[in-house]
T-cell receptor
Framework: EDQVTQSPEALRLQEGESSSLNCSYT??????LFWYRQDPGKGPEFLFT???AGEEKEKERLKATLTKKESFLHITAPKPEDSATYLC????????????FGKGTRLHILP | SAVISQKPSRDICQRGTSLTIQCQVD?????MFWYRQQPGQSLTLIAT?????????ESGFVIDKFPISRPNLTFSTLTVSNLSPEDSSIYLC????????FGPGTRLLVL
């Protein structure tokens, strides 16, 4: 069964303290891995898509990387406004439409 | 990307009633999706709604409980029928433009 596991469930960092969030997956035929940011009371906001091992994408203080078994979302020198839940999702198999989400990592950046 | 709106943004309903959620997109899209996000949980796909055809429901979701309409390429509705407290969740619509983009969600509380 296709599965996406994110760790840690929650993370508290001081402003400026860099860290990484993990997304491990077991799927048959990965077609894409997605990172989203979700603020309380809002829908997920798309951040990145990664398609193959070794690929990296960057946006401001965020960098996403992909291996054959997991993805990391690296946060460099975070600010309080980076506080949110970060969701990882994968698209696998033959279906164009279905993506499977992990439970997310709740990130809290302390000023 | 796409601009997606949902109505209502939140509602409180009595047990046994129904709630219809509207989803409007600013461009024509083939695939629209409905997700449920229960408290503290990940997003779970309810169904895929393609214009001009019956919605496709995921395992554990049935049409009698979650009827969906897709009258045109920019609009869809999800009805949650015969509400019980277990239906209290955030309901999200999304569209696929290669990547899935999400609406702001509808927060439902069933008393």
């Amino acid at each position: 069964e296709d599965q996406v596991t994110q760790s840690p469930e929650a993370l508290r960092l001081q402003e400026g303290e860099s860290s990484s969030l993990n997304c491990s997956y077991t799927v048959s035929g990965l077609r894409g891995l997605f990172w989203y940011r979700q603020d309380p009371g809002k829908g997920p906001e798309f951040l990145f898509t990664l398609y193959s091992a070794g690929e990296e994408k960057e946006k401001e203080r965020l960098k996403a990387t992909l291996t054959k078994k997991e993805s990391f979302l690296h946060i460099t020198a975070p600010k309080p406004e980076d506080s949110a839940t970060y969701l990882c999702a994968v698209q696998a198999g033959e279906r164009d439409d279905k993506i499977i989400f992990g439970k997310g990592t709740r990130l809290h950046i302390l000023p | 990307s796409a601009v997606i709106s949902q109505k209502p943004s939140r509602d409180i309903c009595q047990r046994g009633t129904s709630l219809t959620i509207q989803c409007q997109v600013d461009s024509q899209v083939t695939m629209m999706f409905w997700y449920r996000q229960q408290p503290g949980q990940s997003l779970t796909l309810i169904a895929t709604a393609n214009q001009g055809s019956e919605a496709t429901y995921e395992s554990g979701f049935v049409i009698d409980k979650f009827p969906i309409s897709r009258p045109n390429l920019t609009f869809s509705t999800l009805t949650v029928s015969n509400l019980s407290p277990e239906d209290s969740s955030i309901y999200l619509c999304s569209v696929s433009l290669g990547t899935q983009y999400f609406g702001p969600g509808t927060r439902l509380l069933v008393l």
